[in-house]
C-alpha cells in the first residue's frame, strides 16, 4: 500500500504541476491573476470533445486545435479587457474572475453535463510499475511536465523573447528603456498561460470526466500551489506541488478522500500566517507585516 501510494503521489504531483504551471507563468511575468484560468482548462477540453466527436477531426489536430484557440482566447482576453485594468490587481481578480464564472456556467446552462462527456487516453493500456499496474496515461503525466518546466526554464533563460519575459518580470521600468512593451509581453504570458492550461487539460480530463466544476477545482488547486510555492517562483512551484500532491494521497489513503481539498485549504492557511510571500517569494513587503 505505500509503495502504491508513493507512485501515485509523484503522479499527483505531476498533474498539479501541470495544472498550475500556466497560471504561475502569467503571473511570473505580468504579474496578472488570471482567475479565469481554470475557465480556459474546461472549455479546451469540451472544446476537444466538440473536435473529435461532432466535427470527427483526428485527435492530435483537435488537440492542437484546442490549444490554439485557447491561446488566442487569452490573448484577447488580456488585449480587450486586461489591458484596461493591468495594475489595478482587485479589478483584475474580480474582471477575470467574472468572465471564468460566466464561461463555466455558460457551459452547464448548454447542458454539457455528465458521464457522456469523456476525452480519448493517449494509449488504453495499463503497465505494471514496482507491482503496482498504473495506467499509461498516468505515467505519460510525469515526463510532459518535467519536459514542459524544462522547456519553460530554456525558453525564459536563452530566448530572445524568453529573455523579454524575464526582464519584464524583474523590472518593469528597465526593461522599457531596453525597447521591450510591457503590454506585448503581458499579452503573449496571459495567451500561453491560457494554451497551458488547455494542454493541461488535454493530458488530465482522459483520467475521468469533463465538468464545468472542474474549473473551480483547478483554480483552487493552482493557487494553493503557487501561494505556497511563491507566486511567480518555478522552483517553488515544483516544491509545493510535492508537497501538495504526497500530503493529497496519504490522505487520501489513511484518512479519506472527502479531506482532500482540505489539506489544500489548510496549507494555503498555514503558508499565508507563517510566510506569507510563500516558500520561494520575493514579496519582503509581505514578509514585514508578520
Known amino acids: 500500500m505505500i509503495v502504491g501510494t508513493l507512485l501515485y503521489a509523484i503522479i499527483n504531483s505531476a498533474i498539479l504541476i501541470l495544472t498550475a504551471l500556466g497560471f504561475n507563468l502569467t503571473f511570473g511575468i505580468s504579474r496578472v491573476a488570471n482567475f479565469a484560468y481554470g475557465a480556459f482548462y474546461v472549455l479546451a477540453a469540451y472544446a476537444d470533445w466538440v473536435l473529435i466527436y461532432r466535427l470527427g477531426l483526428p485527435y492530435p489536430l483537435a488537440v492542437a486545435v484546442a490549444v490554439l484557440g485557447c491561446t488566442a482566447a487569452g490573448a484577447l482576453l488580456y488585449r480587450l479587457v486586461l489591458i484596461r485594468i493591468h495594475g489595478q490587481a482587485l479589478a483584475e481578480v474580480i474582471v477575470t474572475f467574472g468572465i471564468g464564472l ?32 498504473v495506467d499509461v496515461q498516468r505515467i505519460l503525466i510525469v515526463p510532459v511536465a518535467a519536459t514542459l518546466v524544462l522547456l519553460l526554464w530554456g525558453f525564459t533563460h536563452h530566448t530572445a523573447l524568453g529573455l523579454g519575459f524575464r526582464g519584464i518580470a524583474q523590472n518593469r521600468q528597465t526593461a522599457l528603456t531596453f525597447g521591450i512593451d510591457p503590454d506585448n509581453i503581458a ?17 488530465i480530463v482522459p483520467l475521468g470526466c469533463i465538468s464545468p466544476d472542474e474549473g473551480y477545482d483547478v483554480l483552487i488547486k493552482a493557487l494553493a500551489v503557487c501561494i505556497i510555492g511563491g507566486l511567480g517562483s518555478t522552483p517553488g512551484l515544483i516544491l509545493a506541488s510535492l508537497i501538495i500532491g504526497f500530503a493529497e494521497r496519504f490522505t487520501d489513503a489513511f484518512i479519506g478522500s472527502q479531506w482532500t481539498m482540505v489539506i489544500s485549504l489548510a496549507a494555503i492557511l498555514l503558508v499565508l500566517v507563517i510566510h506569507p510571500s510563500g516558500l520561494f517569494g520575493k514579496q519582503k513587503a509581505l514578509q514585514e507585516r508578520i
Open 187 to 203: 499579452m503573449l504570458a496571459v495567451a500561453l498561460g491560457a494554451g497551458l492550461a488547455a494542454l493541461a487539460a488535454t493530458l
Open 102 to 133: 460566466a464561461i463555466i456556467e455558460l457551459l452547464r446552462y448548454a447542458g454539457l453535463v455528465g458521464f457522456d462527456y469523456t476525452l480519448p487516453v493517449i494509449l488504453d493500456r495499463s503497465v505494471i510499475v514496482a507491482g503496482i499496474p
